[in-house]
């Protein structure tokens, strides 16, 4: 699988837009973007997904870019239940490929009133 | 629609003893994955089961196993516990387990190990 890239840690305020980048420079054609993330001790949450087109979702919308070099996590108003740590993964198609998820340190995002 | 059930959630056992934990995936979900979470090492690996086979495997070592029943259900089981298996073991449950398919995580079970 791809390796992503993703700051260690960013801020946001409460109410505005939170966009968390992911850098993953050496993705396949056939490898999805997805999102999670996870509040402390909790199981991850699914986010999101795509793999060339922008997606959006009741949760979040995911901008990958034309050359799908980089995607962009976006929490158009962000609030304190957003607070977590978010993962950005890229995941081989295929039939035998599976369901393993390698996750890498994330982004602690800290949403403040 | 009820989500991924993991038992027992909190778990304390000594070193040498073995534990099996219990994940019930969503209903229609055929492939379950398992994942160990510690500090250190972060969100790691397992192994995922579809159709009762053992489809991927994490590198671990061989006293981590798992198995998956008929009715999906799976079971992880760690041998001869060492006190660095202490962690929270998390499984998650998708439809195929294919790239496009979502896969969703229960709760975990958190093993210490004393």
């Known amino acids: 699988d791809a390796k992503t890239t993703q700051p260690p840690s960013m801020d946001c305020a409460e109410g505005r837009a939170a966009n968390l980048p992911c850098n993953h420079s050496?993705?396949?054609?056939?490898?999805?973007v997805y999102w999670y993330r996870q509040i402390h001790s909790q199981g991850p949450q699914y986010i999101i997904h795509g793999l060339k087109n922008n997606e959006t979702n009741e949760m979040a919308s995911l901008i990958i870019t034309e050359d799908r070099k980089s995607s962009t996590l976006i929490l158009p108003h962000a609030t304190l239940r957003d607070t977590a740590v978010y993962y950005c993964i890229v995941r081989v198609a295929g039939d035998n490929a599976g369901n393993m998820l390698t996750f890498g340190g994330g982004t602690r995002l800290m949403v403040k009133p | 629609k009820a989500g991924v059930t993991q038992t027992p959630r909190y778990l304390i056992k000594t070193r040498g003893q073995q534990v099996t934990l219990s994940c019930s995936p969503i209903s229609g979900h055929r492939s379950v994955s398992w994942y160990q979470q510690t500090p250190g090492q972060g969100l790691q690996f397992l192994f995922e089961y579809f159709s009762e086979t053992q489809r991927n495997k994490g590198n671990f070592p061989g006293r981590f196993s798992g198995r998956q029943f008929s009715n999906s259900r799976s079971e992880m089981n760690v041998s001869t516990l060492e006190l660095g298996d202490s962690a929270l073991y998390l499984c998650?449950?998708?439809?195929?387990?294919?790239?496009?398919?979502?896969?969703?995580f229960g709760q975990g079970t958190r093993l210490t190990v004393v």
């Open positions: 050496t993705i396949s054609g056939n490898e999805y």
């Open positions: 998650a449950s998708s439809r195929t387990g294919t790239a496009n398919t979502e896969a969703f």
